[in-house]
């Protein structure tokens, strides 16, 4: 019998069948060409979902007006007949694999830049300009909107020539069809603000227009906010669920259910780690509760049972899933199969928005492939059995050695602990951080299933090595804290993050000081005030993780701190550390103060070690270091590294 009956059971969107019920949710990718058209890399990229089983695919935001609605420079447009080539070149193929696919139609109003529209102010309902992104904006003209409609129709007429399946028009994340929606943002005087009918007639018009356009029978989605969370002049459930049946009644076919959206900073609608799967299911089953129509919804879903209970208790219709198809393009595949331990989940670290962010391409922390499926090369397999040695079960050692095995070369792992992880598992001990620990386990299952030997507890030493004789030697020891030339360093006040997360300094209704304001410093301060602890937390820069870092999970955290009255004083410098004080320095004034405590935590960074890689030199002729132990840097740079050096060798 199938696993998860309902989520491999078929259902239907208007005429279109889904094979099954997990819908690849939109994703910007940044992998066309900046004049919009589609590249083979960005086929390879939605291929690879819809090979490992996905039913629907929407893609990334599809630009609808080249001239003033450009979300980013690397996005698709559907502005043109002469991108048609490429476009059916794209359905074609993800047709082959069974999946149906829509593009998501978007105009990003405000909630872009200028410098990607030529300069030129930016459209919104009503001038507002975002609140992160500062940019010059003014209000849609009255007629400008009439326009708007037809650049959604254009699109539309244009995605259903290219063989796309169906359409989704954005209309949540405070993009401008969202902000028409709600008070906070729309303060227009003229039939398209005011009343909630006024605010709603925007969005209706265009779905009017499209289906007009695409005829009946053509699938008609509609992403929404259920609430934009944007305080009491915004917009809640009670007029999304009024808005859904106006929808419904306007002939469109099915709702992809969304929250919020970039103007509040908190990133409900693409949640950091500390969300729980399922936390906005019930706003899905509000709506569903309302409508007709098949409802879609994101909710952090991570894993299969999970999933199947959310259709099996009426919270949804399709599982909408976006960073799952990030982490494992095979989550269908490998659920269908009755494998869910294979399933590599995503642990919401935010990495893959990041880079986008930053200007570049899509990528994940766990999948070294995501982003890179066209340069992909094959895995083969001819290790013969060869030795490697990894040293360090950390997350690029685990990953080297995952790939080796694949490609059949035997592989020995050790690690010091008696647990794997590294660096990872010790933030998996902080609040909620309890996702990251979902990448170890996958790991070590692999790892298990593929007999690697895993040796706990074993500080291998270099003689230990060379008497194995490997083919290669993989020194993947990770870092170690960096204690900087201070007086009393080496005393009994101090201690380390390591100390203090792997729990072998347990610390409760203590008084603690954290020198260093980066990320591992915060996430052990959250560790701290978790057991009780008074944090204070000083740091030489004037800003606060200035080391990097996700924005969302640093305010996260500071949110936290904040509740939990921990302190946090930048531009001090630490002079000394004593017996049960510390004493710094003021940078601006110079002045000195000491402050009592009964612990202090040296959150400097950490260094690489090598220390493997350095007494094997000219022992040893194939000796590679990797991750930390290389260079420092966070989960994705450490697991592509280990997967790097497995495929190349
Ligand atoms: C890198 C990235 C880009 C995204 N771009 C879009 C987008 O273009 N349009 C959209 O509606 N949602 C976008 N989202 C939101 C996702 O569709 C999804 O709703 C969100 O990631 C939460 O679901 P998940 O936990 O299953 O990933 C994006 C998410 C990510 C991670
Ligand atoms: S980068 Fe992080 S948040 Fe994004 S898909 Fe990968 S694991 Fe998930």
Same mark, same amino acid.
Request: net charge negative; with cysteine; proline share 5%.
């Given at each position: 019998?199938?696993?998860?009956?309902?989520?491999?059971?078929?259902?239907?969107?208007?005429?279109?069948?889904?094979?099954? #019920?997990?819908?690849?949710?939109?994703?910007?990718?940044?992998?066309?060409?900046?004049?919009?058209?589609?590249?083979?890399?960005?086929?390879?990229?939605?291929?690879?979902?819809?090979?490992?089983?996905?039913?629907?695919?929407?893609?990334?935001?599809?630009?609808?007006?080249?001239?003033?609605?450009?979300?980013?420079?690397?996005?698709?447009?559907?502005?043109?007949?002469?991108?048609?080539?490429?476009?059916?070149?794209?359905?074609?193929?993800?047709?082959?694999?069974?999946?149906?696919?829509?593009?998501?139609?978007?105009?990003?109003?405000?909630?872009?830049?200028?410098?990607?529209?030529?300069?030129?102010?930016?459209?919104?309902?009503?001038?507002?300009?975002?609140?992160?992104?500062?940019?010059?904006?003014?209000?849609?003209?009255?007629?400008?909107?009439?326009?708007?409609?037809?650049?959604?129709? #254009?699109?539309?007429?244009?995605?259903?020539?290219?063989?796309?399946?169906?359409?989704?028009?954005?209309?949540?994340?405070?993009?401008?069809?969202?902000?028409?929606?709600?008070?906070?943002?729309?303060?227009?005087?003229?039939?398209?603000?005011?009343?909630?009918?006024?605010?709603?007639?925007?969005?209706?018009?265009?779905?009017?227009?499209?289906?007009?356009?695409?005829?009946?029978?053509?699938?008609?989605?509609?992403?929404?906010?259920?609430?934009?969370?944007?305080?009491?002049?915004?917009?809640?459930?009670?007029?999304?669920?009024?808005?859904?049946?106006?929808?419904?009644?306007?002939?469109?076919?099915?709702?992809?259910?969304?929250?919020?959206?970039?103007?509040?900073?908190?990133?409900?609608?693409?949640?950091?780690?500390?969300?729980?799967?399922?936390?906005?299911?019930?706003?899905?089953?509000?709506?569903?509760?309302?409508?007709?129509?098949?409802?879609?919804?994101?909710?952090?879903?991570?894993?299969?049972?999970?999933?199947?209970?959310?259709?099996?208790?009426?919270?949804?219709?399709?599982?909408?899933?976006?960073?799952?198809?990030?982490?494992?393009?095979?989550?269908?595949?490998?659920?269908?199969?009755?494998?869910?331990?294979?399933?590599?989940?995503?642990?919401?670290?935010?990495?893959?928005?990041?880079?986008?962010?930053?200007?570049?391409?899509?990528?994940?922390?766990?999948?070294?492939?995501?982003?890179?499926?066209?340069?992909?090369?094959?895995?083969?397999?001819?290790?013969?059995?060869?030795?490697?040695?990894?040293?360090?079960?950390?997350?690029?050692?685990?990953?080297?050695?995952?790939?080796?095995?694949?490609?059949?070369?035997?592989?020995?792992?050790?690690?010091?602990?008696?647990?794997?992880?590294?660096?990872?598992?010790?933030?998996?001990?902080?609040?909620?951080?309890?996702?990251?620990?979902?990448?170890?386990?996958?790991?070590?299952?692999?790892?298990?299933?593929?007999?690697?030997?895993?040796?706990?507890?074993?500080?291998?030493?270099?003689?230990?090595?060379?008497?194995?004789?490997?083919?290669?030697?993989?020194?993947?020891?990770?870092?170690?804290?960096?204690?900087?030339?201070?007086?009393?360093?080496?005393?009994?006040?101090?201690?380390?993050?390591?100390?203090?997360?792997?729990?072998?300094?347990?610390?409760?209704?203590?008084?603690?000081?954290?020198?260093?304001?980066?990320?591992?410093?915060?996430?052990?301060?959250?560790?701290?005030?978790? #057991?009780?602890?008074?944090?204070?937390?000083?740091?030489?820069?004037?800003?606060?993780?200035?080391?990097?870092?996700?924005?969302?999970?640093?305010?996260?955290?500071?949110?936290?701190?904040?509740?939990?009255?921990?302190?946090?004083?930048?531009?001090?410098?630490?002079?000394?550390?004593?017996?049960?004080?510390?004493?710094?320095?003021?940078?601006?004034?110079?002045?000195?103060?000491?402050?009592?405590?009964?612990?202090?935590?040296?959150?400097?960074?950490?260094?690489?070690?090598?220390?493997?890689?350095?007494?094997?030199?000219?022992?040893?002729?194939?000796?590679?270091?990797?991750?930390?132990?290389?260079?420092?840097?966070?989960?994705?740079?450490?697991?592509?590294?280990?997967?790097?050096?497995?495929?190349?060798?």
């Amino acid at each position: 019998m199938m696993p998860y009956p309902t989520l491999f059971s078929p259902a239907s969107i208007n005429q279109l069948t889904l094979k099954n #019920r997990l819908v690849m949710t939109p994703m910007g990718c940044s992998l066309a060409n900046t004049d919009g058209t589609i590249t083979d890399e960005f086929i390879a990229y939605y291929a690879e979902r819809a090979k490992g089983g996905a039913a629907l695919i929407y893609t990334e935001v599809a630009c609808v007006n080249s001239e003033h609605g450009r979300r980013s420079s690397r996005q698709i447009w559907l502005t043109d007949e002469s991108q048609l080539p490429m476009l059916q070149k794209l359905t074609q193929t993800i047709h082959q694999y069974g999946c149906a696919i829509f593009p998501q139609l978007l105009h990003p109003g405000v909630i872009s830049t200028n410098a990607a529209n030529g300069g030129r102010p930016l459209p919104g309902p009503s001038g507002i300009t975002s609140k992160f992104l500062k940019q010059e904006a003014r209000a849609f003209e009255h007629d400008e909107l009439k326009g708007l409609v037809q650049d959604f129709v #254009r699109a539309a007429v244009l995605a259903k020539k290219a063989g796309f399946d169906g359409v989704e028009i954005h209309a949540a994340h405070h993009y401008p069809l969202h902000e028409f929606l709600s008070p906070y943002f729309n303060k227009r005087t003229d039939e398209y603000g005011g009343s909630f009918e006024n605010r709603c007639r925007l969005l209706l018009e265009i779905v009017d227009a499209v289906r007009a356009a695409v005829g009946r029978a053509y699938p008609i989605s509609v992403r929404v906010s259920a609430e934009d969370y944007m305080g009491d002049e915004s917009y809640h459930l009670d007029e999304n669920l009024k808005l859904c049946q106006l929808l419904e009644q306007h002939t469109v076919d099915v709702i992809s259910v969304s929250v919020g959206g970039t103007e509040n900073g908190r990133s409900h609608s693409l949640e950091p780690i500390t969300y729980p799967q399922g936390w906005r299911r019930h706003l899905a089953k509000a709506i569903r509760t309302m409508v007709n129509i098949p409802v879609i919804s994101t909710t952090v879903i991570r894993d299969p049972d999970y999933a199947e209970s959310l259709l099996n208790e009426g919270y949804l219709d399709f599982v909408g899933m976006g960073r799952s198809f990030l982490a494992d393009p095979e989550w269908p595949a490998k659920a269908a199969a009755g494998h869910p331990e294979d399933i590599r989940k995503c642990i919401s670290c935010l990495r893959c928005i990041d880079s986008i962010k930053a200007g570049g391409t899509i990528l994940c922390s766990v999948n070294p492939e995501c982003g890179a499926e066209y340069a992909k090369k094959e895995l083969v397999q001819n290790g013969d059995g060869r030795l490697c040695v990894i040293v360090g079960g950390g997350v690029a050692g685990m990953e080297c050695a995952r790939i080796l095995a694949q490609r059949k070369f035997r592989v020995c792992l050790y690690e010091k602990e008696g647990h794997l992880g590294g660096q990872v598992y010790l933030a998996a001990q902080a609040p909620k951080k309890d996702k990251m620990q979902w990448f170890i386990d996958y790991e070590e299952t692999q790892l298990r299933k593929l007999e690697v030997d895993i040796c706990l507890n074993h500080a291998v030493t270099p003689e230990e090595i060379l008497k194995l004789r490997p083919y290669l030697v993989v020194d993947a020891t990770g870092s170690e804290p960096y204690l900087p030339p201070v007086e009393g360093i080496d005393g009994p006040l101090l201690t380390t993050p390591v100390e203090i997360l792997s729990g072998k300094c347990q610390l409760t209704n203590q008084s603690v000081v954290l020198f260093g304001t980066g990320l591992t410093s915060l996430e052990t301060a959250e560790y701290l005030t978790a #057991r009780g602890n008074m944090v204070t937390i000083i740091g030489e820069s004037s800003r606060i993780a200035s080391g990097g870092g996700s924005s969302v999970v640093i305010g996260e955290i500071l949110r936290s701190l904040q509740q939990d009255n921990a302190v946090i004083m930048t531009g001090r410098k630490l002079l000394k550390i004593g017996t049960d004080r510390v004493v710094y320095q003021k940078v601006d004034t110079g002045e000195i103060f000491e402050l009592p405590c009964d612990k202090a935590v040296m959150c400097k960074g950490v260094r690489s070690c090598g220390k493997i890689a350095a007494a094997l030199q000219g022992r040893h002729p194939n000796v590679r270091v990797i991750g930390d132990a290389a260079k420092v840097g966070r989960i994705q740079e450490d697991v592509l590294a280990g997967y790097q050096l497995a495929m190349e060798v």
